[in-house]
């Protein structure tokens, strides 16, 4: 059962919004969904600042000064919040390798706080973002990840039957977002030489909107304890380096530590408990307290079933990668709003919640033959 969401009677607030994905939900929403209240919450002044003057200074927005570490400060600006996306988080994986403490405060504790803060202030719905990372984790940011996740899906336990839900979405690498190999590649084209730590290496790849997109839409379908992952494409390192810099010197210089050949996004044990349905897959918590209101039109999974970045049905080509690549390029280094958003942002109508969002059209398996990686 789909939730028809109301959105222009809605609080909503979203934790590290100045960030990536945040700066594109932010949009996303001021253009089709114009929630009556969205706050942004982070703890770095200047890029809240940047945000104002680059064009996110429509009047429902409000700038929150505030780290997810302060349980407090979560408390005063979740008064009246119906709904939180919770995008806060140390994602750089050499940085939280050798700053474990704070990756723990930020990751983990941070965590504990949005719930406990959540379930204070009555807020109706959360969405934590997660990571292919949390899954067999091999580096802190991994493990920290995977411990939000567990303690994110647990909080349902500690809300009851009828309080604040708690969902998380897991998804790949995003296009062009900070630490993204894509500007890196960039630069290093300019020098014709470009680095890879492996030439197996494949990664699940999406675009922001895509990523704002699986977040909507599981707000409408949850009930509180599913994990929401999309079903992406996979790319291969080669192919990218290819897209972006054709012709360049290749060095190879090993994996890093905490690094993987090849991510997973559901385990064979998470498999189990996984069903598919409306476009999504969705790992189903098994625990005695959650009965099944949703989902009843889904689809169980074969036996065996795992999502792994080098086995999957959806391959993006050489040509999409490029322009991908040309289209990062294109929009590099601005940091507002795009001039679609400005020009439409004051006359647009909200949008059917059942208007989708588009997506990469990528390739199948059956398309390529042996062009897979095994």
Not at 147 to 171: A, E, L, M, P, W
Not at 180 to 201: A, H, W, Y
Request: charge should be positive; include cysteine; hydrophobic fraction near 35%.
């Amino acid at each position: 059962m789909k939730e028809q969401i109301n959105w222009a009677d809605l609080n909503i607030l979203i934790t590290g919004g100045t960030g990536s994905f945040g700066k594109k939900f932010v949009e996303i929403m001021l253009r089709d969904y114009k929630p009556k209240k969205l706050i942004i919450f982070s703890r770095d002044e200047l890029k809240q600042h940047e945000m104002k003057v680059n064009g996110f200074n429509d009047p429902s927005l409000r700038f929150f000064i505030g780290d997810v570490r302060d349980k407090n400060r979560l408390k005063r600006a979740m008064r009246e919040v119906d709904m939180v996306i919770h995008a806060a988080a140390l994602k750089q994986v050499p940085s939280c390798e050798y700053n474990p403490f704070e990756a723990v405060k930020t990751n983990i504790l941070g965590a504990q706080n949005i719930i406990d803060a959540a379930i204070d202030c009555k807020v109706k719905k959360i969405v934590a973002l997660s990571t292919d990372k949390a899954v067999n984790p091999v580096n802190l940011y991994g493990a920290t990840k995977l411990c939000s996740d567990k303690i994110f899906i647990q909080g349902n336990s500690y809300s009851g039957n009828q309080g604040t839900q708690f969902s998380c979405v897991r998804y790949g690498n995003v296009i062009g977002s900070r630490g993204s190999v894509i500007p890196l590649f960039s630069e290093q084209r300019k020098t014709g030489k470009i680095t890879i730590t492996d030439k197996r290496m494949t990664r699940f790849w999406l675009s922001l909107k895509q990523a704002v997109g699986v977040v909507v839409k599981a707000l409408s379908h949850m009930q509180g304890g599913e994990i929401f992952v999309p079903k992406i494409p996979s790319m291969k390192i080669m192919d990218l380096a290819e897209a972006i810099a054709p012709g360049c010197e290749i060095e190879i210089i090993g994996i890093r530590p905490g690094e993987k050949l090849h991510e997973a996004l559901i385990t064979e044990e998470d498999g189990r408990s996984t069903v598919d349905y409306d476009g999504l897959y969705v790992i189903l918590p098994q625990f005695s307290w959650w009965h099944r209101k949703n989902y009843k039109s889904a689809k169980r999974l074969p036996e065996g079933f795992s999502y792994t970045s080098n086995n999957n049905d959806l391959w993006l080509t050489l040509e999409q990668l490029k322009n991908m690549a040309h289209e990062f390029s294109n929009h590099h280094g601005q940091t507002g709003v795009s001039r679609q958003l400005k020009a439409t942002m004051q006359r647009s109508k909200p949008v059917n919640p059942k208007t989708k969002i588009p997506a990469i059209t990528p390739i199948r398996n059956t398309d390529i033959g042996n062009n897979i990686p095994s």
